[in-house]
């Protein structure tokens, strides 16, 4: 049986300096006897693979808020820390996050936890009032629970939009398909959950958007137009050198784009052409409820009306200029226009109401002909009850330009600096 040689230890207090069997060691070679003295001591000069502790538990971290505006998220959102049975912190373990209720998404649904065992997730409330609920969970272990209270607005909520350029017009076909356009090229589309840029041929300014379907919306910019079949943006010629300003329709084969010393075109689903409009006041909107009833507004108060056959002017009792035009029926239509200029069409004339603002008025969207809402220069945010224009806190101070909506609780403006705000408020 082969015996171990024997090892003496001495340690030199004057000098510092460790000795093994009379020889004297260096702090590296100290370092290797140590280690071998330690394999030695688990029982030879190998060991098995180092089998990490398991989690045992995950707990939350802070406590579930209150008071969350609905639709929205909040600081620090939701966060977990995963530990071992002797409570140290678990890395590396795998967390998934759920809505359970009320609506509302959390993203990223997967988070690995950090070196402190901690991970964490954004919870966007449900755009309902009530109780939020999420879970964190590992697997093996009990699920952890957050439950988050909402409550409603009081004013427009400030939103996201990852740009600080300065952001036109509002659409979309349903609350998971919206797009907002803007200066240098900006496109932004939202999912029902965020707002992200998408790529697109424009440089300038994209003023204005409309479309027939998801996968056939057009868009302005300068002389040109862009169109979004589903799946990219490209360009398309206009026919005309005329900076170009808005554009509607009433389906994929009758479309309609208005500008600059009275420019209008005609998409008929093939090509586009010019159209005379009997003005060279510039047109800066057009909307209408039908092929057979389209309207155009522009400078000095033009109005211009579309019966199906030509255009025509219809006087407005107005010199402002107008900068856009919508409605809810043929006989529920309104125009906004320079220092708080509103005019509304009863089916019959138009007439001038009071608007309570010296403020230029960019931009008007409705349900009904008692919920409209306008939106203007220095925050200037206008609601009409089916009686008379009052003014609405916006939040903000920023310049609005566009407004736009699918309900009359999801409504969206948008602005200078990259602006996009969300409501509206409650009462």
Request: aromatic letters at 10%; hydrophobic letters at 40%; charged letters at 5%.
């Amino acid at each position: 049986m082969s015996v171990s040689p024997r090892r003496v230890w001495s340690f030199n207090v004057a000098r510092s300096v460790f000795f093994l069997n009379g020889k004297a060691l260096t702090a590296a070679r100290l370092s290797i006897v140590s280690l071998t003295l330690g394999l030695s001591a688990c029982g030879g000069g190998s060991t098995g693979p180092i089998i990490p502790p398991a989690a045992t538990s995950v707990t939350k971290i802070g406590t579930d808020p209150t008071n969350v505006i609905a639709g929205t998220s909040f600081s620090d959102s939701i966060r977990v820390q995963v530990t071992d049975a002797s409570s140290n912190p678990k890395s590396g373990a795998s967390v998934a996050f759920a809505v359970t209720g009320g609506g509302g998404s959390v993203t990223p649904a997967t988070v690995i936890t950090d070196a402190n065992g901690k991970a964490a997730a954004k919870f966007i409330t449900g755009t309902t009032v009530g109780t939020n609920t999420a879970t964190a969970t590992v697997t093996g272990l009990a699920d952890v629970t957050f439950s988050i209270t909402t409550i409603a607005a009081t004013t427009w909520s400030t939103v996201a939009s990852g740009t600080i350029q300065a952001l036109a017009k509002v659409w979309g076909t349903s609350a998971s398909d919206m797009w907002i356009v803007g200066d240098a090229g900006t496109i932004l589309h939202y999912n029902g959950t965020s707002w992200l840029s998408v790529s697109n041929p424009a440089t300038g300014l994209v003023s204005g958007i409309w479309g027939a379907s998801a996968s056939d919306v057009w868009a302005v910019s300068g002389s040109g137009l862009l169109h979004y079949n589903g799946t990219t943006w490209s360009s398309v010629s206009s026919g005309t050198t005329q900076a170009l300003f808005t554009v509607w329709g009433t389906s994929s084969s009758d479309v309609w784009v208005v500008g600059l010393s009275g420019t209008i075109v005609h998409y008929n689903g093939t090509t586009w052409s010019s159209v005379s409009s009997g003005t060279t006041q510039s047109l800066n909107a057009v909307w209408g409820t039908s092929a057979s009833d389209v309207w155009a507004v522009g400078g000095n108060g033009t109005i211009l009306h579309y019966d199906g056959t030509t255009w025509s002017s219809v006087s407005s009792g107005s010199s402002s200029l107008l900068n856009w035009v919508r409605g809810t029926s043929a006989s529920d239509v309104w125009a906004v226009g320079n220092a708080g200029a509103i005019l509304h069409y009863n089916g019959t004339t138009w007439s001038s109401v009071s608007s309570g603002t010296t403020q230029q008025l960019n931009s008007v969207w409705g349900t009904s002909s008692s919920n409209a809402w306008v939106v203007g220069y220095g925050g200037t945010i206008l609601h009409y009850d089916g009686t008379s224009w009052s003014s609405v806190s916006s939040g903000t101070t920023r310049f609005l330009f566009g407004v736009w909506g699918t309900s009359a609780s999801d409504v969206w403006a948008v602005g200078d600096v990259g602006t996009i705000l969300h409501g509206p408020p409650a009462g």
